[in-house]
């Protein structure tokens, strides 16, 4: 039974570790904590499956982990005064939803969209980076960030337009 | 927006990975780790605040509590009898043991002295084939021998008595039946058995009559008990049939040195011979 429980979590964990990794270490900018996390989210999709818990999307289910464990790392550090985190016009503000590509070493392109990424509005930041570079759908981010499949394809649709204003024709 | 170059760009940010050996190790910490055990919601706390919310079920664990602690007391009594029945086994094995060792005692006094008197109560005839005599040297696996405590211990209340007492009383009654001659142990150690087992019938009638057969003559007469279980027999009178190698005239012999009897456990029947002589051993027809 456990082999079967083994077999698919190494399924999981081949398809989507990289892109855990890669969503904390945007947010975060530091591999090794970022490796901490990405673990310890894969630990708790691991504890899930030994305990037979049904997890019916598990791409949501780890970035939602690795989304509230962020948050938890920056709330940890106390870098984020409490009045600013809660000047969100839903549900307060969201330190994990800052992101940064310093010391990424990444290419040219992708680097700077990126950056582009990392600079449009706050609310529209997360789906924008959910959508185009995870590849989730709609009702996948809603679930992550806690809203709707609705709210969340809005905010992916005005992150866009807002992402076509700042690149102008690149990628067009 | 989904032009080459954003597609490019999307796939240079997905190069952003974990190293081989990062990925390996961060698997094998999480695959390597044993799950706790997963604590039971039915834990002593919440048994408490069942038994708070259902009074039915404190009622059922109460007398649950009571079965059980009744059912101890009625074992612990029943466990105090055991024991002191044991008690009692070990001090009539006590006795046993002194008996044996008393009876032991008594052969070798009378061993030289006493054995041409038995000898010649035996051997009355010469025409009759030599009994079946061997000598006795373990009593104690000698499952046909009484046992020991029949011999001189204490008697029970349970029908084994060697009390006194007249035909047809309680005490009378407890010979009334037939009785077959197993052997007879002389104080020497010999044993002496008939060679037709079973023929050997003596039956004591609660009228202070008795009769019996041998292996070739019926005999008849009267008997009588008096206290502290002693034993006489009247004068019998028995049919004169000659046969071959009869052992009858052996048996009648001890018959008339009967002195007294006593029953063991097994509700057979020892009758001792005057003078200390040795004992008969009937079984229960």
Redesign the interface.
Known sequence: MNDDIKQKFEMIYEKESDAIFRFCLFKISDKEQALDITQETFLRLWKNLLEKNDILNSRAFLFTVARNLVIDWYRKKKSVSFEDMSTDEEGGYDPSDEMTTEHLFIKADGRYLLEKIMQLNFANRQPVYLRYVEDLSPPEIGEILGISANAASVRINRGIEELRKMVGGKFN | ?E?D??K???????????SFD??SQ??N???G?R?LA?KSDWSFNSFILLMQRNHLVTYVILFILIFVAGGGVVFDLLSNRNNQINNNNVGMNTNRASDVYNLDNDINSIKNNDIQKVDDIVISSQKIDPPIISKNTDNNSDSSLPPPTGLRGPSLGVGISSSGGSVGSPQGGILSGAWIWDNTTLNNGNVIRPQKKGVFVITFNLDEKVNGQTDCNNFSGSYTIENVGNLNFGPLSMTEMYCQGSEEKIFTNFISKSKSYEMDYSCNLTIFLVDNLGYIYFIKK
Do not use: G, L, Q
């Open positions: 927006m032009n170059n954003f490019n760009s999307i796939n240079e940010i997905h190069e952003v990975k974990m990062e990925k961060i698997f910490n999480i695959v780790f799950a997963i």
